[in-house]
């Protein structure tokens, strides 16, 4: 099995900044995504930004420009830089990964989440 578990969460004012850190432990070989999704209250889960291990990156729309996904290949991390913050990205994030484990089988994994909340 494979566990991601974020942190770096919080509170934060409009215009402020936040970063984001996914860890990740347990039977893993290679992982091909990884990537980082948010939901807010009564809205579906979407993709905010996700990497390869190549370094090619894709963003939503409404971050672009604003958010800076990277990774620590060696230890299989993930980031996520959020700058100038708007109270629409309050949501909870997740992280998530995809690839394959020593024995061949493939994972696609979630972390619990963390809270980010924008407000004044």
């Known amino acids: 099995q494979v566990q991601l578990v974020e942190s770096g969460g919080g509170l934060v004012q409009p215009g402020g900044s936040l970063i984001l850190s996914c860890a990740t432990s347990?039977?893993?070989?290679?992982?091909?995504?990884m990537g980082w999704h948010r939901q807010a209250p009564g809205k579906q889960r979407e993709l905010v930004a996700e990497?390869?291990?190549?370094?090619?990156?894709n963003y939503a729309d409404s971050v672009k420009g604003r958010f800076t996904i990277s990774r620590d290949n060696a230890n299989n991390t993930v980031y996520l830089r959020m700058d100038r913050l708007r109270p629409d990205d309050t949501a909870v994030y997740y992280c998530?990964?995809?690839?394959?484990?020593?024995?061949?089988?493939?994972?696609?994994?979630w972390g619990q989440g963390t809270q980010v909340t924008v407000s004044s």
């Open positions: 998530n990964a995809y690839g394959s484990s020593w024995l061949g089988k493939l994972f696609d994994s």
């Open positions: 347990g039977n893993i070989f290679s992982i091909n995504f």
């Open positions: 990497i390869t291990t190549g370094g090619s990156t």
